[in-house]
């Protein structure tokens, strides 16, 4: 079982950053590729970003690309999203999220491509 914990979300005015940790436990970390969602009020989940433990692939969605930067601290268990930029609709509760797939599967963009995810945290754009 995979235990995750978010991080680092808060209130910050536009144009400012933050940086998300996700911090994994539990089974062999390095066979899951870790993908980030968000989750805005009266919204579907939606994905943002994910990496691969193994060899450091990396997937962006359109809306963040060269905002925001995944990346992962193997010794540390952890998984990171450094986010640049920030506009009023980047708010929303951000999840991380653990995917047990083989090597040769890619990375996952959809929800139920992952196995385990994080409770949550809340980061506010103001204006």
């Known amino acids: 079982q995979v235990q995750l914990v978010e991080s680092g979300g808060g209130l910050v005015q536009a144009g400012g950053s933050l940086r998300l940790s996700c911090a994994a436990s539990g089974g062999t970390i390095s066979r899951y590729f870790m993908g980030w969602f968000r989750q805005a009020p009266g919204k579907e989940r939606e994905f943002v970003a994910a990496i691969r433990w193994s060899g450091g692939n990396t997937a962006y969605a359109d809306f963040v690309k060269d905002r925001f930067t995944v990346s992962g601290d193997n010794a540390k268990n952890t998984v990171y999203m450094q986010m640049n930029s920030l506009k009023p609709e980047d708010t929303a509760v951000y999840y991380c999220?653990?995917?047990?797939?083989?090597?040769?599967?890619?990375?996952?963009?959809?929800?139920?491509?992952?196995?385990?995810w994080g409770q949550g945290t809340q980061v506010t754009v103001s204006s």
């Open positions: 999220a653990a995917g047990l797939k083989p090597l040769g599967y890619g990375l996952g963009y959809l929800p139920h491509e992952y196995d385990y």
